[in-house]
């Protein structure tokens, strides 16, 4: 019961905001592209005030331009600084677009990184021996691959062998 009672008041809060916001919201990416412009569900979540946010949508859903917009309105309203926030995504591809809108367009100077490249930066910055990063990996599997066809051929061979003496003992 005090959990949606605690949901109702966020979400007040959040309409509040919304309208506070509209004006700023209307005119964000003015600059950058006029033809954008943010829809109530991506205006909530900017406006949703945790210190973790996920965003989850299909392709094409302005989940690059939530986050831009997030980002911009942290700095901006929130007063964040930019160099305290992180965004982790799964593709570079990805990664190049936020930095384009976030760094480059709007001049935040955000760290944008994937989830294995950050992941590698705490192990590297956590120990004296980093793991090294492979740079033809195809190859080591393909060696890899063989190495163990040899030796499960070998082994079959040795199992085959050991059977046979079994049997005529």
């Known amino acids: 019961m005090e ?19 509209k004006e700023y919201f209307d005119n964000m990416f003015k600059k950058t ?23 989850i949508a ?19 309203k929130q007063n964040i ?12 591809k990805a990664v190049k677009e936020l930095q384009e809108r976030i760094n480059k367009q709007f001049g935040h100077k955000v760290k944008i990184t994937t989830f294995h490249k950050f992941g590698y930066e705490i192990i590297r910055e956590n120990t004296n021996n980093p ?25 079959k061979k040795y199992l085959k062998i050991k059977k046979t003496i079994i049997h005529k003992k």
Not at 40 to 51: C, F, G, H, M, P
Not at 81 to 92: D, G, R, S
Not at 131 to 152: A, Q
């Open 131 to 155: 793991p090294k990063i492979i740079e033809n990996p195809e190859e080591i599997i393909k060696k890899y691959i063989i190495k163990e066809t040899t030796i499960t051929k070998e082994l």
């Open 33 to 55: 592209d006029p033809n954008i412009l943010l829809d109530d569900e991506q205006r909530k979540i900017i406006l949703t005030d945790e210190n973790y946010l996920m965003v």
């Open 81 to 92: 600084k930019a160099n305290e926030i992180v965004i982790i995504t799964f593709t570079n």
């Open 58 to 76: 299909g392709a094409g859903a302005g989940k690059t331009t939530t986050i831009t917009a997030k980002v911009n309105y942290l700095i901006e």
């Open 3 to 21: 959990n949606k009672s605690c949901e109702k008041t966020k979400e007040l809060e959040i309409n509040e905001k919304l309208k506070h916001e």
